[in-house]
């Protein structure tokens, strides 16, 4: 019996583990499961990409404006959590007490929030895409984000997922 052994030029296999998460999500609990897996990928030596869409962007943002902005993106802005801090849960949010309940609770375990993962995955080299789509649809100015973000369009997720040996959508 003859061994054949695969050429290292014909292999469909990439030479870096990649991972690409699209966040859609705007939602405490599902964002701290994007950034976990993020950073342990990133950690495992993972390449890891994460795009923030529509509600995902709200992870990413440091403050609000409603200066020069129209009465329908001032509403919207004025529903959106203004920083990661005041980030909704899913489910059992409680009028607002859910997110305090859950985060005294991950204080007490010395578990991360939102705004510690971002700036571990910054840290760790994951790539943070917001959709520049979303933002234009949602009225959101890249001055209302944190600092060091890559901008793209869905041709820039496509691209990222096309390439990735995982994809998730949280």
């Known amino acids: 019996m003859q061994l054949v052994q695969e050429s290292p030029a014909l292999s469909s296999e990439p030479s870096t583990k990649s991972m690409t998460v699209v ?35 709200s992870a990413l943002r440091k403050n609000h404006s409603y200066r020069g ?3 329908l993106h001032r509403m919207l802005n004025a529903l959106l959590p203004s920083r990661s801090s005041r980030l909704p849960l899913s489910r059992k949010n409680m009028l607002g007490a859910g997110p ?34 979303s933002m234009d649809v949602m009225g959101i100015d890249p ?24 994809t998730l959508f949280i």
Request: charged fraction near 20%; include cysteine; proline fraction near 0%.
């Open 23 to 57: 966040v859609f999500s705007g939602d405490m609990d599902k964002l701290l499961a994007a950034f976990s897996l993020a950073t342990s990928a990133a950690a495992m030596g993972v390449e890891v990409s994460l795009f923030f869409t529509f509600w995902g962007i």
């Open 69 to 71: 902005r129209g009465i």
């Open 100 to 133: 305090i309940f859950f985060r005294h609770l991950m204080s007490k375990k010395n578990v991360a929030n939102v705004h510690e993962l971002v700036e571990l995955a910054r840290e760790a080299g994951v790539k943070l895409v917001a959709c520049s789509m």
């Open 143 to 166: 001055s209302e984000l944190i600092e060091g973000l890559e901008y793209g369009g869905a041709a820039t997720c496509v691209k990222d997922l096309m390439r990735s040996e995982t």
